[in-house]
């Protein structure tokens, strides 16, 4: 008798009205009885969120989804070394043993194989609670397959004739199908999410596929396309929908807080909970142990890398800064204490504690008085003084504690939901994604003030200056202005290697952090370089020697 391997796991059963859940271990059901039961598919299509998720979530395909393509990205530096295979991904060191590549991968297909056994085992049109699930399973495929795809192929506009991932289409275990083109799979993608929108009937909140969920991630899929006509096209099925809206200013200043059933501009997130997925000391293992330490819990060894936060330190008032932390060091009587810091030409973090008398700030190094001095750009006050080589541009702000000498910018996006330390469900899809779809491709289409006025629309949420055509900073396109919008609003989210890519830009790593170390860093790395895509994991070469290797 056939078994089905994929359900040897803790399958979930979900009170779906009041977002409870309770999961039921389940091992190894024959794949001739799983669907006799008519909750039975509801529940392996519970299980095939579970692979999402991980088991204990903080080890499944969501967690390592982030970490291969956050960390590789310019939001984040880490403070220094680190035997976790995370490493690699940050500093472009590609490894074909990288143990969470491999998981990565392994999670992928198990999920697709799950995926593929709800859409063999049942008929679409028999009802609507049918073809919701198959609808939902359907997505996830779609899902896996895109993100698989972002991160062992090159982006599309590189050629649709690059090799991808393998496109399995079965749940056959013997079925071990060779590696597909960039475009073959762009292609099932999309197929699987149209199926997906067409069946899915029941919107059950944030934490499960839905109709608008396809629609969101077809915005994105198109837009990585660049059939700029089709990514509007299915923001705006997804903005119309009356289904979402943004955070007001308030609530988006606290939505690392929110648990995604509270958050009316989530559409998909991979939801987590505290009691089942981070219970006891397990808030060490998360994604956002690494950005932080809260009361004494969390690495808080990677942090806001120095060029996001000079982007998002253009605007003062900017309520995305809620989500990043200084740790200020304190005086003996607790206050924070006076200093300038600057990178010098090594990519080096220089603070020097500054005193100031009558209105002048000055500092002593190497026996030699500096006094700061100020003048307003744009607007905007710059410090600097005049030092041994000339001016140098300063920060004027406090002293902040350290580690290897870098200072501690904690990043609070990925804790502290419901209060939790480092408790975070990840974001798939949320709102303000389809106004930045929509400011992309109208950018790219030429329709500066379209594109202006979406951006507009989260700067204003944001409580920062609104851009014109003729107030665009000095130099930038608009397209560029939508693309730094992007970086600020969907920061550490998992969108900005695969945005600096698929637009062919350079990604500028010319600022502190142990990614340069060693003797041959990348400071900069073009879209075009063999980096950029990961090696598929030998251990599955070894398995199926027909596999291609990436160069």
Partial sequence: MKKIIYISLLAITAVITSCELDRSPFTEIAAEDLFKDPGAAQAATLGNYLFLKGDKGYDGWSDDLHRMSEYSGDNVMISGG?????????????????????????????????????????????????????????YIRALVFFQMGNVFGRPYNQGTSNLSIPLKLTSDITDLPDRNTVGEVYAQVISDLLKAEALMNTNKGP??????????????????????????????????????????????????????????????????????????????????????????????EMYASRTYLDLIDKNATDLRKSFIEPQYLKDASGDKIPAVYWVNTQYKYEFRRTTTTSGVTTFTDGG???????????????????????????IKDFDLDKRNGYPKFFILKASQQEK????????????????????????????????????????????????????????????DVVLDERRLELAFEGHRKFDVYRNGRIMNRRYPGTHLNGTSPFFEIESTNKVIVEFIPEQQILIQPTLIQNP
Avoid at 95 to 119: C, D, H, L, Q, Y
Avoid at 242 to 266: D, K, Q
Avoid at 371 to 393: A, H, M
């Fill in 368 to 394: 030699t008085t500096y006094t700061v001095q100020s003048e307003v750009v744009s607007g905007k006050t710059i410090y600097y003084f005049n030092g041994p080589n000339g001016r140098q541009d300063v």
């Fill in 82 to 138: 680190t035997t976790d295979a995370l490493y690699f991904f940050y500093n472009y060191q590609r490894n074909p043993n990288n143990s969470r590549n491999n998981r990565f991968w392994s999670n992928s297909f198990k999920a697709i194989v799950g995926t593929n056994r709800v859409i063999e085992s049942l008929t679409e049109g028999k009802s609507a609670e049918q073809d919701q699930v198959i609808g939902e399973n359907y």
């Fill in 420 to 479: 939790d330390l480092h408790l975070w469900s990840p974001t798939v899809s949320r709102l303000a994604e389809m106004y930045l779809n929509k400011a992309e491709a109208h950018a790219k289409k030429g329709s500066g003030q379209l594109a202006l006025d979406m951006v507009n629309t989260l700067r204003t949420r944001a409580q920062v200056p609104n851009y014109t055509l003729t107030t665009l900073p000095a130099g930038k396109t608009v397209l």
């Fill in 207 to 300: 934490s499960f596929a839905s109709k608008e969920a396809a629609q969101a991630l077809l915005s994105r899929v198109y837009l990585y396309m660049e059939d700029n006509d089709k990514a509007i096209l299915y923001a705006d099925k997804v903005l119309n929908s009356g289904t979402y809206s943004l955070l007001p200013s308030s609530r988006f200043a606290v939505m690392n807080t929110l648990a995604p059933a509270e958050n009316e501009e989530a559409i998909f997130s991979i939801t987590l909970t505290k009691d089942i997925d981070i219970p006891g000391t397990e808030d060490w293992y998360t994604i956002g142990s690494f950005y932080a330490t809260i009361d004494g819990v969390g690495w808080g």
